[in-house]
């Protein structure tokens, strides 16, 4: 059985891996600086961290060897911004803290973190996952340099398993650069979410690839899609060899309600996918809903012969439509729509807000007659979502920064591609406000093509 290590139960309605490992606690922290020679001498090398992997010659925070016992100890979610002074020349946007192109002391953070694997895991693939980090990120594990993510919403994702030291220590590095705005808002700066150790068989169900689509009637109908990938190198499948993938849908009281099993014949060549679909046919269902959020949980086996996979996805069957004469309807009624414009953020604790804490808030918005909540003004965090679908409340998910090319339509992908499980999500928003489009027939032909990228009904 899969094991997951998370400080909120609801927190359980993102997928899972065989593994999935929470690695909040235990960090070192330090302010860095944008003058590289100020920046503990971060990039001043001669052999850098882009010249030669893992360089003996290395000196800056990604170096294994490293001493950061100067450094103050902290748990994750952190915020590096929240609790720096005020500054009446700072920008009013982000709360006239001191950060941005003007403090260039206060607007770098580096994050470390010793953390040990087992020997056990040696036959696994090993991946670091980070659910968001403000903004402009570079990830370092035993001194290899990873990458980066401009984005301060968009999540992480490393394999890092030639990397690890099986039955040792390893060292992970984060670099964030908050000093460009990304919003006009308080944005924050670090690794304000979760982190997580994701340890996998080589086969597997890829990460984020399954999709529902809900038939209704009087014998409703789930089609259930997805990829399976192999990281097992070097070993193709053999002449003849199939896999098999089963699929059962487990309702809130812990009862099965439909399973299905196939084989699986077209199989991934090491380092590829195949694609995948079956369908599910439960006797009846019970539709998700404000008043009544009823929860099932998909439970994914993959079976290779050597291995079993398993994935387990929380979702909620509904119907969502907008009709021009009767408005919002769900599961065939009329909703008005009560929302809130929410951003994520708290006094006190900026945007690294605990999981309580955001489930703390909804709450208190139901008692004001809330049933909505967008956004604002990016992809939202998973225990934010995962709260909304317990709860009860629709959500409009938006995206950051408009365009068609790969990196805009990359952060929408990512976002539909994690999040469309949710039976919350009623609207993918595909961006806010843009003024420099708006009234325009550029804007017209952008919004037409991410129509494209967005999925239509699920």
């Known amino acids: 059985m899969k094991k997951l ?7 359980t309605a993102f997928p899972l891996a065989a593994e999935l490992v929470n690695i909040d606690g235990g960090w070192r922290f330090a302010f860095g600086n944008t003058d590289p020679a100020k920046d503990f001498g971060a990039g001043t090398e001669y052999f850098n961290y882009l010249t030669k992997a893992a360089s003996i010659h290395n000196m800056g925070p990604y170096a294994v060897k ?29 709360g006239y803290k001191t950060v941005g ?30 659910d968001g980090i403000f903004r402009d990120s570079k990830v370092w594990f035993n001194g290899f340099y990873l990458g980066g993510e401009p984005s301060g919403y968009v999540g992480q994702r490393y394999d890092v398993t030639p990397y690890v030291n099986f039955g040792g220590d390893n060292v992970i590095a984060v670099r964030s650069d908050a000093t460009l ?17 994701d340890i996998s068989e080589p086969r597997h169900i890829n990460p984020n690839s399954v999709a529902t689509v809900y038939t209704p009637g009087a014998g409703p109908e789930i089609k259930v899609s997805g990829r399976v990938a192999n990281k097992l190198h070097g070993l193709s499948p053999a002449p003849g060899e199939t896999w098999t993938l089963s699929a059962e849908l487990i309702d809130r009281a812990g009862s099965p309600v439909a ?21 599910l046919h439960p006797a009846s269902l019970t539709e998700w809903d404000i008043e009544n959020p009823a929860l099932y949980t998909l439970r994914l086996r993959l079976d290779d012969g050597r291995s079993v996979s398993a994935e387990d996805i ?11 004469d009767r408005g919002f309807l769900l599961n065939g009624r009329s909703v008005k729509l009560k929302g809130v414009n929410m951003h994520q953020d708290h006094a006190g604790v900026g945007a690294g807000i605990p999981d309580a804490l955001n489930v703390y808030r909804l709450k208190e918005l139901k008692k004001y007659g809330v049933n909505a909540y967008r956004a604002s003004h990016n992809p939202m965090t998973p225990e934010v979502l995962a709260a909304c679908d317990s709860l009860g409340i629709l959500v409009i998910e938006e995206n950051r920064l408009l365009g ?21 999500v ?33």
Do not use: C
């Not at 929380?314 to 021009?324: C, K, M, Y």
């Open 259 to 279: 399973s299905e099993r196939i084989t699986l014949t077209d199989l991934p060549a090491p380092e590829t996918e195949s694609a995948w679909q079956l369908t």
């Open 404 to 424: 068609i090319n790969g990196y805009h339509t990359g952060q929408l992908r990512s976002m539909i591609d994690r999040d469309r499980n949710h039976p919350s």
């Open 181 to 197: 705005e990304e919003g006009w808002f308080y944005e924050g700066g670090g690794i304000y979410r979760h982190a997580w150790l």
């Open 66 to 94: 490293f001493n950061d016992s100067a450094w103050v100890s902290i748990d994750l979610p952190f915020d590096f911004v929240v609790d720096l002074p005020f500054e009446k020349d700072a920008s009013h946007s982000h």
């Open 101 to 130: 192109y003007k403090y260039p002391a206060s607007s770098v953070g580096w994050y470390r973190k010793v953390l040990p694997v087992a020997a056990a895991d040696s036959a696994k693939r090993i991946s670091l996952v980070f």
């Open 5 to 11: 290590i998370v400080s909120l139960a609801l927190a």
């Open 314 to 324: 929380v979702t909620g069957f509904r119907r969502a439509e907008f009709d021009p």
């Open 426 to 458: 009623i609207l993918w928003s595909v961006g806010n406000e843009e003024w420099g489009v708006e009234w325009d027939e550029k804007g017209v032909r952008i919004v037409d093509e991410l129509r494209d990228v967005t999925p239509h009904g699920r």
